[in-house]
Nanobody, 123 residues
Framework: VQLQASGGGLVQAGDSLRLSCAAS????????VGWFRQSPGKERELVAT????????WYADAVKGRFTISRDSAKNIEYLQMNSLKPEDTAIYYC?????????????????WGKGTLVTVSS
């Protein structure tokens, strides 16, 4: 199983980016997907997660109203649309998949991880 995240880059405050995470090796249509991020000197934190059926979605307070998690189960791809980006959103963003169908909010409940994609937001 491999997860490949892409879409990061350098943008200005207020801009938008869409991150993608393609999975290969198995189908994750029934599994929860999540996006985490880690800034220098900080612990990895959950940004958003979506249950296997898509009916349960959770966002960190810091990104509510600005970020949207979605998935294309047929293509085995998850997305994170990030709007109104702020300098504090600067981090390495990681996609993850869980063996569970519900939307876990702790990193230890995600068994599969991508290598991360860097998002840098300048002021």
């Amino acid at each position: 199983v491999q997860l490949q995240a892409s879409g990061g880059g350098l943008v200005q405050a207020g801009d938008s980016l869409r991150l993608s995470c393609a999975a290969s090796g198995r189908n994750f249509s029934r599994n929860a997907v999540g996006w985490f991020r880690q800034s220098p000197g900080k612990e990895r934190e959950l940004v958003a997660t979506m249950s296997g059926g898509g009916g349960l979605i959770w966002y960190a307070d810091a990104v509510k109203g600005r970020f949207t998690i979605s998935r294309d189960s047929a293509k085995n791809i998850e997305y994170l649309q990030m709007n109104s980006l702020k300098p504090e959103d600067t981090a390495i963003y990681y996609c993850a998949r869980s063996e569970r169908s519900l939307a876990p909010t702790t990193s230890r409940l995600y068994e599969y991880w991508g290598k991360g994609t860097l998002v840098t937001v300048s002021s």
